[in-house]
T-cell receptor, first 114, second 113 residues
Framework: EADIYQTPRYLVIGTGKKITLECSQT?????MYWYQQDPGMELHLIHY???????EKGDLSSESTVSRIRTEHFPLTLESARPSHTSQYLC?????????????FGEGSWLTVV | GNSVTQMEGPVTLSEEAFLTINCTYT??????LFWYVQYPGEGLQLLLK?????DKGSNKGFEATYRKETTSFHLEKGSVQVSDSAVYFC????????????FGGGTRLMVKP
C-alpha cells in the first residue's frame, strides 16, 4: 500500500470560493504530481515538483497553483473556483531515479463547484 | 513526443471469460510500461509493470509482455471475476520526458456474473 493521502476526498463548494486540496506522502519521495481526471476518465498532468521549492506546470493548463515547502506536502490551490473546475484531482509521488520507478497515487479528491 | 493508445471501452465480459485490453505506445528510447487499475471511487493503483523489452509483468492473475517489435503492452487475464470491474490505464515513462507518466485514455471493464 502506498502512503499518500489526500484531503478532502469529496468537496462541494460555491463559485468564487478559494479552496486548497491537501496531499501528503510519508515515503520521502522527491517527485510529486497533480493529475486532473476528466469525467470521461482521461488523466492530465497539471503540476509536478522535483523537490522542495520546485514546481512546474504540466501538459494541461490549469488555473490552480501549487507549492512545495516541505518534501512530504504538495497542496493545490484554486483562488476562485468555477464550475469548469469540477473534476477529480489525483495526487501522486515517486522516487527521483530511473524511468522504471513506480508512481504512487492517492485516492483522489472529488471537487464539485456549484 | 510519447503517446499511449488503448482500446476504447467499455468492455463487457461474463465471469470467467478471457480478457485482453490492447495497448500500443509511441516513444523514443526504451520506456518503462505500466498498467494501473482504478476501482470505483478510488485512486489509481499499480497493477503491473515492465521495464525492458520482453519483460513480462504479472499480478493478481493479470499479465502483460513488453513487445518492442510491435510497441505493445497488452493486458490479459485468463478468467475474470466480477471484482475485476474497474478502469484500466496503460502508461509509459521515459527518460526523454523526465520520467513523467504518459497515460492512455483508460478502458472500462465490466464483468457480469
Amino acid at each position: 500500500e502506498a502512503d499518500i493521502y489526500q484531503t478532502p476526498r469529496y468537496l462541494v463548494i460555491g463559485t468564487g470560493k478559494k479552496i486548497t486540496l491537501e496531499c501528503s506522502q510519508t515515503m520521502g519521495h522527491d517527485k510529486m504530481y497533480w493529475y486532473q481526471q476528466d469525467p470521461g476518465m482521461e488523466l492530465h498532468l497539471i503540476h509536478y515538483s522535483y523537490g522542495v521549492n520546485s514546481t512546474e506546470k504540466g501538459d494541461l493548463s490549469s488555473e490552480s497553483t501549487v507549492s512545495r515547502i516541505r518534501t512530504e506536502h504538495f497542496p493545490l490551490t484554486l483562488e476562485s473556483a468555477r464550475p469548469s473546475h469540477t473534476s477529480q484531482y489525483l495526487c501522486a509521488s515517486s522516487d527521483q531515479v530511473g524511468s522504471g520507478n513506480t508512481i504512487y497515487f492517492g485516492e483522489g479528491s472529488w471537487l464539485t463547484v456549484v | 513526443g510519447n503517446s499511449v493508445t488503448q482500446m476504447e471501452g467499455p468492455v463487457t465480459l461474463s465471469e470467467e471469460a478471457f480478457l485482453t485490453i490492447n495497448c500500443t505506445y509511441t516513444a523514443t528510447g526504451y520506456p518503462s510500461l505500466f498498467w494501473y487499475v482504478q476501482y470505483p471511487g478510488e485512486g489509481l493503483q499499480l497493477l503491473l509493470k515492465a521495464t525492458k523489452a520482453d519483460d513480462k509483468g504479472s499480478n493478481k492473475g493479470f499479465e502483460a509482455t513488453y513487445r518492442k517489435e510491435t510497441t505493445s503492452f497488452h493486458l490479459e487475464k485468463g478468467s475474470v471475476q466480477v471484482s475485476d470491474s474497474a478502469v484500466y490505464f496503460c502508461a509509459l515513462s521515459g527518460y526523454n520526458a523526465g520520467n513523467m507518466l504518459t497515460f492512455g485514455g483508460g478502458t472500462r471493464l465490466m464483468v457480469k456474473p
